[in-house]
């Protein structure tokens, strides 16, 4: 809420251990538009009409940030400022623990053990270059990438000596990477993507100078095919390059990927003139074990897919897998006698740690665990749903998701002590396989028992209708909750 005031504590070495000496007072940041600009708060002037959706935006971590300092000059005897780094250290790890236990809204794979790889954390390993040649740096671990590859290359059917790919630092790379190969294919092509896209495919298209078309979406977040069909149409004399989503990032909408071809197809587009990418940063490794699934494959006419590695399967760093089409590749290679090997890939130096981790937990887990995991995160996130729906909270959940849409709440403080994401009225949770029922029923508990304070005069207004969000049948506003 603008104007309230957060209370960050200061801590200091005194005699070795970390002491709080002050306790700051300082503003939340204000609430600003979607361009940018400041939004005149309740009280605040005359009463506006607020043509922009308001964006809450996190605390500024230079008030709170950790300094570096100079060792003293007696250190190596005294030791101080060995033990005031282990103390901060050690404060900082039980911040990570509470934290931990109060994640709900982004999806991360909290549950992992990678003790056996501690022992590799000394090296500096890094894959520079394509994975698939060496460079003179012999400190590499592409072995392990590129079993991890061949994996995922299994998964979405295509044989060893048709794909190419590689292990990116997030997601993000690989979207930017999906997208870039298909700008070199079509350096005149148009980038279509639905409203409710990640906004790192929008960020490519400002990065390559692309013209970019958003198609309208269904109220479940999937893209209208419909209104896909009109806006190729409108542009049948230049080729499409498409961002198609395996999971959207707030409501967890899967595409359908059959009907975005079959759309393509009927607007005369030849499989000569589209480039598919496929954005499967979560669902892209769950979609394989839901039962009925659509599903993606390189059988069908798709140039690249995306899926991040922090996610799901739970690497503590963020990477992620991207794959395409070896003929692909071929566009945007070179060669660099620096490194004696190619450049292919988006960034030079790339973590060699990465692909060791999720290489050990594919190996750990295999087809099998990854299916009991997905179907334990199906079953939560239908738990959740129907808690919220019976407390009378308006809830959503796709078919294909964990992922359960609901009323926003009232209280900052509330959204960040659980870490949900936000967007205008609604609010999501994201289930993954460290979210547990007694975690969810914690949170149930706590919004409940909230929710009735944030509403309990009637000089409050009523909790907001969200029928354009999640749809009428989901909403449990008083309009439509008779």
Known sequence: MVGAVETVMTPAMVNGTVEILAVVAKPLPPVVAQNGSPIETEGEGDAKTKKNREIVLGKNVHTTCLPVTEPEANDELTGEKEAYMASVLAHYQNTLINRTKHHLGYPYNLDFDYGALTQLQRFSINNLGDPFIESNYGVHSRQFEVGVLDWFARLWEIEKNEYWGYVTNCGTEGNLHGILVGREMFPDGILYASRESHYSVFKAARMYRMECVKVDTLVSGEINCADFKIKLLANKDKPAIINVNIGTTVKGAVDDLDLVIQTLEKSGFSRDKFYIHCDGALFGLMMPFVKRPPKVSFKKPIGSVSVSGHKFIGCPMPCGVQITRIEHINTLSSNVEYLASRDTTIMGSRNGHAPIFLWYTL???????????????????????????????????????????????????????????????????????NVTMEKLDDFLNELIEKRSTWYEDGSIAPPPCIEAEIGKENCACALHKC
């Open 363 to 433: 190996n750990k887990k295999g087809y099998k665990g990854f299916q009991k995991e997905v179907q334990k995160c199906l079953k939560n996130a239908i738990y959740l749903k129907d808690c919220l729906r019976k407390a009378g909270i308006s809830a959503m959940l796709n078919e294909l998701s964990s992922t359960v849409v609901f009323e926003r709440p009232k209280d900052e403080e509330f959204v960040r002590r659980w870490q949900l994401a936000c967007e205008g009225n609604i609010a999501h949770v994201v289930v993954m396989p």
